[in-house]
């Protein structure tokens, strides 16, 4: 079965730099969303989009931003970036299921982000 | 507000044994969505089970089971005749039932570490 899609898996950056993270939804999932998992940490939720509008919002620094795209696809946009910001990014996507209640989400494998 | 507590930072077993993972919650809502997800050393998230909060039914699931329950708001991961490929770390989540998109919030984590 097709998985929720990541990329790039590995990204190094240097301090104030910026870097665009992609997730690509397994197909007929609606809704997308990001968390952050430092190391030996739990994953932290940080922004969610459902039908490409802002859902429900995290500790997302007000420095990213993100959006869900006509295809679902979505992007994580970081800028000035900070030592601090190196962590494993994770996208997951789910479908809305009936009576409105949010289904089960499924984890991408996750982007590597590395600040120097 | 929502928070989850898995007491058990660390678990060593010997293959073979029975190993139970502790997840207590707290939530105001009286429908939630309680999930195990396992994440092995290679680092993506992978989901083990969903239980909703009106399905009180233990599940049986091969080598895991698990066991809810509502009176002291626990819902705990077993898994019988451990093996080398279960270590990994778990984590148990919580999510309210809200809108599309509503964030999974996540306990700090057990690590299982099993031994041949």
């Known amino acids: 079965a097709a998985g929720v899609i990541q990329s790039p898996r590995h990204l190094i950056k240097e301090k104030r730099e910026t870097a665009t993270l992609k997730c690509y939804p397994i197909?007929?999932?609606?809704?997308v969303y990001w968390y952050q998992q430092g190391p030996g940490q739990d994953p932290q939720f940080l922004i969610s989009?459902?039908?490409?509008?802002?859902?429900d919002k995290g500790s997302i620094p007000d420095r990213f931003s993100a959006q869900q795209f006509s295809d679902y696809h979505s992007e994580l946009n970081m800028s000035s970036l900070e030592l601090g910001d190196s962590a494993l990014y994770f996208c997951?996507?789910?479908?809305?299921?009936?009576?409105?209640?949010?289904?089960?989400?499924?984890f991408g494998p996750g982007t590597r982000l590395t600040v120097l | 507000a929502q928070k989850v507590t898995q007491a058990q930072t660390e678990i060593s077993v010997v293959e073979k044994e029975d190993v139970t993972l502790d997840c207590v919650y707290e939530?105001?809502?009286?429908?939630?969505?309680l999930f195990w997800y396992k994440q092995p050393p290679s680092g993506e998230l992978v989901f083990l089970i969903r239980?909703?909060?009106?399905?009180?039914q233990n599940e049986i699931s091969g080598r895991y089971s698990w066991n809810f329950q509502k009176s002291t708001s626990s819902f705990n991961f077993t898994i019988t005749a451990s093996q080398v490929v279960d270590s990994a770390v778990y984590f148990c989540?919580?999510?309210?039932?809200?809108?599309?998109?509503?964030?999974?919030?996540f306990g700090k984590g057990t690590t299982l570490s099993v031994s041949s």
């Open positions: 989009f459902y039908e490409k509008m802002q859902s």
């Open positions: 939530t105001r809502d009286t429908t939630y969505y």
């Open positions: 197909p007929r999932h609606d809704t």
């Open positions: 997951a996507s789910s479908s809305r299921g009936s009576g409105g209640a949010t289904d089960t989400q499924y």
């Open positions: 239980r909703n909060s009106f399905d009180e």
């Open positions: 989540a919580l999510s309210e039932f809200n809108q599309a998109g509503t964030a999974l919030i």
